[in-house]
């Protein structure tokens, strides 16, 4: 019996592959291989992105403190509440003004927001690359 099939598949005609199945096959491994490198990007950029949300109310709370504490606040009512004599000694003004700026808490609280907008960014443009990549693999799919 198996003499028999051996005939039979002997007189068969190899099929020929469709016209540009290789061209599809190396689009459809480096397809995987970009979604995979996104993929993983979007990891890394999603724990930069909840690890500034996590530390943006530490570092809220750090700012608010050091406003509270250093009397920022109260040089800067002035500006309002005595005009003139804020403007007759505005170079004193200003100097108490840096002074008590809270500048620790303020470079933290940029470097925190900084980490955020880029981590939102990056994350946004990687996420648009996957559903790209994806329409592109199902465009390939049913081609």
Same mark, same amino acid.
């Given at each position: 019996?198996?003499?028999?099939?051996?005939?039979?598949?002997?007189?068969?005609?190899?099929?020929?592959?469709?016209?540009?199945?290789?061209?599809?096959?190396?689009?459809?491994?480096?397809?995987?291989?970009?979604?995979?490198?996104?993929?993983?990007?979007?990891?890394?950029?999603?724990?930069?992105?909840?690890?500034?949300?996590?530390?943006?109310?530490?570092?809220?709370?750090?700012?608010?403190?050091?406003?509270?504490?250093?009397?920022?606040?109260? *040089? /800067?009512?002035? %500006?309002?509440?005595?005009?003139?004599? $804020?403007?007759?000694?505005?170079?004193?003004? !200003?100097? &108490?003004?840096?002074?008590?700026?809270?500048?620790?808490?303020?470079?933290?609280?940029?470097?925190?927001?900084?980490? *955020? /907008?880029?981590? %939102?960014?990056?994350?946004?443009?990687? $996420?648009?690359?996957?559903?790209?990549?994806? !329409?592109? &693999?199902?465009?390939?799919?049913?081609?």
């Amino acid at each position: 019996m198996d003499d028999n099939y051996g005939k039979l598949f002997s007189r068969l005609k190899p099929l020929d592959p469709p016209a540009g199945l290789l061209e599809r096959i190396i689009n459809r491994i480096q397809t995987e291989r970009d979604l995979l490198t996104v993929k993983r990007r979007l990891v890394i950029f999603s724990i930069g992105f909840i690890g500034s949300i996590a530390a943006f109310v530490p570092v809220f709370k750090m700012v608010y403190q050091g406003f509270a504490e250093s009397g920022f606040t109260q *040089f /800067l009512s002035l %500006l309002f509440s005595d005009t003139g004599i $804020v403007l007759n000694y505005f170079g004193n003004f !200003l100097s &108490s003004l840096l002074e008590t700026l809270p500048v620790t808490g303020l470079l933290a609280f940029s470097a925190v927001l900084l980490v *955020f /907008l880029e981590s %939102l960014k990056l994350l946004s443009k990687e $996420v648009k690359s996957v559903v790209a990549s994806k !329409l592109v &693999s199902k465009q390939l799919l049913s081609h």
